[in-house]
């Protein structure tokens, strides 16, 4: 990632979330990523490898380079990597917004949960065109908070969750990209752009999904910004606390939880 501030923190908890999240959701998003045996793929802000693992899973002909800003995660996601066997990944320090890569070196770039967290997503989606060859595939990722909504809900749980939204905004990110990444992709000059909407919808009748997607991602995640949001006074503690139970509360048998990702793809 480039070097803004990350509302959810960079802590253990985290990367564990992340793990979590990449594989509670690897059938919803992923069942249609793939690359071909030969082809060079630019992982670009890999972060703690929860995503790399996919990919090198799904592709495991494919020649992949993940990079990341921060030398803890790369860490990590290369720890990741070569624990689950796989070798068709090289790992390398790199801001995405100024790529150490010549034009035209990959035939795919793939960018997940990335551009939320970037105060300037157009200028890294410009750089990663520049490394893409001509007619090479970008695939961008990335959630809409905007797009959740949940029973019951409490003024403590939408607290909380627009005290993470706001956090990230103040942080510089916009957590509502998901809505953004058609126009994002034709603004950056790629064609044949297509999304996707990838919808997470959880009730009592789902309770092992309430519990791989409310309990283990979106709770961790909303808590997470809490530092960030006590901080910069859009919550006192006591309310997002209690949001946060709150929003446990949405993953018990007559509770109800949606969310919606936005998957896009594209050529250049």
């Not at 320090?93 to 990335?114: M, N």
């Not at 603004?187 to 997607?213: K, M």
Request: charged fraction near 20%.
């Amino acid at each position: 990632m480039s070097g803004t501030g990350y509302v959810h923190g960079y802590g253990k908890r985290e990367a564990e979330r992340l793990l979590d999240q990449a594989g509670g959701l690897a059938g919803l998003l992923h069942h249609d990523t793939g690359y071909p045996p030969g082809t060079t793929v630019l992982e670009a802000g890999c972060g703690v490898g929860a995503q790399t693992v996919i990919l090198a899973e799904k592709s495991p002909g494919a020649e992949i380079s993940s990079v990341d800003i921060s030398p803890d995660s790369l860490a990590r996601a290369e720890a990741a990597v070569t624990g689950a066997g796989y070798r068709n990944v090289r790992f390398q320090q790199a801001d995405i917004t100024r790529l150490p890569f010549p034009a035209e070196s990959f035939d795919h770039v793939f960018v997940c949960f990335v551009l939320e967290h970037l105060p300037d997503p157009m200028a890294a989606l410009t750089e990663l065109r520049r490394v893409l060859k001509t007619g090479g595939s970008i695939t961008v990722i990335e959630g809409d908070h905007g797009s959740c909504y949940f029973h019951p809900e409490t003024p403590a749980a939408r607290a909380a969750w627009n005290g993470l939204v706001r956090a990230q905004a103040l942080l510089g990110g916009d957590s509502c990209i998901g809505r953004r990444v058609y126009p994002l992709l034709a603004e950056a000059g790629f064609g044949d752009v297509h999304v996707s909407p990838r919808l997470v919808y959880s009730d009592g009748s789902l309770p092992d999904l309430a519990d791989s997607f409310v309990r283990k991602i979106i709770v961790p995640m909303v808590a997470g910004a809490r530092q960030a949001a006590l901080h910069e006074g859009l919550a006192d503690a006591a309310t997002f606390d209690a949001g946060l139970a709150d929003l446990l509360r949405t993953a018990e048998p007559d509770g109800a939880f949606n969310y919606t990702f936005f998957k896009g793809t594209a050529r250049k």
